[in-house]
């Protein structure tokens, strides 16, 4: 299955948080502070009726939303402060005059390139124009092997056109690699776009035929709103035999293993001989993640005019390279994804653009350079330290679940102590001396080149054992994950900073923010996804039937809570789609307080803190870092393609089953987030 439909990416699509000294405090030091400022909260609202609101209210009044975002919350304000930190690198490799073919080098030619937009817009389309011609010249015979190349040549140097293919562990052997093929093809984020019949749907679909048509109007062609209608009209053919993102969750779906010669049968239209004869390595056995889209995409080919699949292959590669082109391009792109789909206002400034497309292609030799100036090792000892008492207190979690049987509880704690931990960097960095950076050449060819470069890299593994050292996250990411594959969680040194753990604050504070995140991605080792893989990270049923049938109906329980969250005008959270992360919430919350509880000594009394106890500064740090705005049209993307719901709800929604919220902070039965104790959701 795909590896990053499975990876579990963090609490949010954007994660952020925060460490550089984790517990070994004193809990009762009356110099330290809470953290949160009176401005910050809104006291208009009762905290009992929306507690997302009375935390943040103030804190989301003083921090609008600046015309290049679609959204800003507290985890946008770390992540451009470490942009900041990586402009300064990218800008010290361009003038240092760094050696050819050191990573210097070419993070600093490359980074160069992206910046100079006279040079693309006086180039215009002609570094790619070799490439659009022979587009022309395809057959579009399923087994002519000059056609199966070239369709391997845009998968390895370009996006992917039809279907993708890649290496991924075996999620039935998963300390091996295996080739995959997987559902792809389509311009707009999700398939179900295709099918929204709803006004606002159909005005995204118009906004997108009306991009397909001006890339083709730039390109000097004709009849081009027609031919954009027959572009669209394939890829709603393509749309039409995928499966949904929450059927693509299911991992026992998505793992149809053969052979190679049982590929050829069981997919004869194809030239897979020609096509797998562009890849370092002939696969001995495939996966194939959606067995009904791949029956059906090579008769929709055959079945298709060659001029409709002449213009779908133009417009994969011109949507696919158009930040890389001139403005004219770049600006039809933004004018659609950005603008229309995303409600941004703005360009990014162009240093920001170009510091995207530097750690797109060079991300992991950036993140050296990031480590070197401004990781702490400190930091990565003290989270280790944290981690370990999280482990600590989900196994007291596991030992007195009432619906989870001995025999089960186990296996469950053998998976939790098998848990591998990567903090701050990879022990071994990737190799990326056979990576070229040449000035001579185009900002687009260069990135041609780059992508073709980790293509093989990647496809190199196929049938080799899996690299356990291998990040798939670069160090100054902000975002952290658990992958179920080598059940281990993964937090890059980009997190690992202020202000979402703090130095001077008390444990509450610290175990409320980023003690839920380390218990969130502990969680997805057990939530609906990761509960199917053992401590090994194998595709692998170790749960009783009885215990299996119990865990669904509590998570069902949970799925019917946020289904009916209505999010904004008819659009309602899919309780389905984000199931796996709102367990890995609720589990997170319940696993960092109880390890908060384990450091209290025994008797001692409580003190406050700027007048808040310890259960109050716990939830109001864990509400704080989902502070956040969002515009209207970031919400309805979010419901349709991200698994993680909003953070208001994940919030009002989680905070409610938490009996110690009531005590906290005398949570009435009049109170609108009142939930009745019979009805508070445990699952972790």
């Known amino acids: 299955m795909k590896l990053k439909n499975l990876i579990m990416m963090g609490l949010s699509s954007s994660l952020l948080f925060a460490c550089n000294n984790v517990n070994n405090k004193d809990n009762n030091d009356e110099n330290k502070q809470a953290h949160f400022l009176s401005s910050d909260f809104d006291t208009t609202v009762t905290l009992g009726n929306d507690f997302y609101q009375y935390t943040n209210g103030g804190w989301m009044n003083a921090h609008p939303i600046p015309g290049e975002k679609s959204r800003l919350n507290t985890f946008d304000v770390l992540n451009d402060e470490n942009l ?366 780059l992508t073709y470069f980790h293509s093989m890299k990647e496809m190199r593994e196929v049938g080799k054992p899996v690299d356990k050292n291998k990040w798939y996250m670069t160090p100054q990411t902000v975002n952290a994950y658990y992958n179920p594959l080598s059940n281990e969680i993964v937090f890059p040194a980009g997190i690992l900073q202020e202000p979402f753990f703090y130095a001077e604050g008390d444990d509450a504070v610290n175990y409320g923010a980023i003690g839920v995140v380390i218990g969130h991605e502990m969680t997805h080792g057990f939530d609906d996804q990761g509960r199917q893989f053992d401590k090994d990270g194998n595709l692998h049923d170790w749960w009783t039937s009885a215990d299996a049938e119990r865990f669904k109906q509590v998570a069902e329980k949970i799925k019917n809570r946020f289904s009916k969250v209505n999010v904004i005008d008819s659009l309602y959270c899919n309780g389905d789609l984000t199931l796996g992360e709102n367990i890995a919430d609720l589990g997170g919350l319940n696993i960092a307080h109880q390890a908060f509880l384990n450091t209290l000594k025994e008797n001692e009394p409580e003190k406050l803190i700027d007048g808040q106890t310890y259960d109050q500064r716990f939830l109001y740090a864990y509400s704080r870092i989902w502070a956040g705005n969002y515009r209207d049209e970031y919400l309805r993307q979010q419901v349709i393609t991200d698994p993680h719901a909003n953070g208001k709800y994940r919030v009002n929604v989680q905070v409610p089953m938490l009996d110690f919220f009531y005590s906290a902070f005398g949570i009435a039965e009049t109170d609108s987030m009142y939930v009745k104790p019979e009805d508070r959701i445990v699952i972790w």
């Open 84 to 449: 900041e930190r990586l402009k300064e690198i990218v800008e010290t490799a361009q003038n240092s005059n760094a050696p050819i073919g050191s990573n210097k080098q070419k993070i600093g030619d490359f980074y160069a390139l992206a910046m100079d937009t006279a040079k693309r817009d006086q180039e215009g389309i002609s570094p790619i124009q070799s490439i659009l011609d022979d587009i022309k010249k395809q057959s579009y015979n399923l087994q002519d092997s000059a056609f199966a190349q070239y369709i391997a040549y845009h998968h390895l140097h370009l996006g992917n056109p039809f279907f993708a293919s890649a290496c991924t562990p075996d999620a039935k052997n998963s300390s091996m690699n295996i080739a995959e093929l997987w559902q792809e093809g389509i311009g707009l984020p999700n398939r179900d776009y295709y099918f929204d019949e709803s006004t606002k749907g159909k005005e995204i679909i118009e906004g997108y035929k009306n991009m397909i048509a001006k890339y083709l109007q730039l390109l000097g062609g004709e009849n081009c709103k027609q031919r954009a209608e027959a572009i669209y009209n394939f890829e709603k053919e393509l749309a039409s035999l995928m499966n949904t993102k929450v059927e693509n969750r299911d991992p026992q779906k998505t793992y149809n293993k053969m052979s190679y010669d049982e590929l050829k049968t069981f997919i004869p239209d194809f030239n897979w001989e020609a096509y797998f004869s562009s890849f370092p390595v002939k696969p001995a056995e495939i996966t194939i993640g959606q067995p009904r889209f791949f029956k059906g995409v090579f008769p929709l080919i055959k079945q298709t005019d060659i001029n409709v699949l002449n213009d779908y292959l133009t417009f994969c590669t011109i949507n696919h390279l158009a930040s890389y082109l001139s403005q004219d391009y770049m600006l039809t792109k933004f004018e659609f994804y950005s603008k229309q789909l995303g409600g941004v206002t703005e360009l990014k400034p162009l240093w920001k653009r170009s510091l995207d497309m530097v750690q797109g292609r060079l991300g992991q030799p950036l993140g050296q350079l990031f480590v070197e100036k401004h990781f702490s090792e400190n930091a990565k000892n003290r989270m280790i330290d944290l981690i370990e008492e999280l482990r600590i207190a989900f196994g007291q979690r596991i030992d007195n679940l009432s619906w989870m049987s001995d025999s089960t509880k186990l296996q469950a704690k053998d998976k939790l102590a098998a848990i591998t931990v990567k903090v701050g960097y990879p022990d071994v960095w990737e190799d990326y001396s056979n990576a070229t950076v040449d000035k001579s050449l185009s900002l687009v060819e260069n990135y041609i080149n």
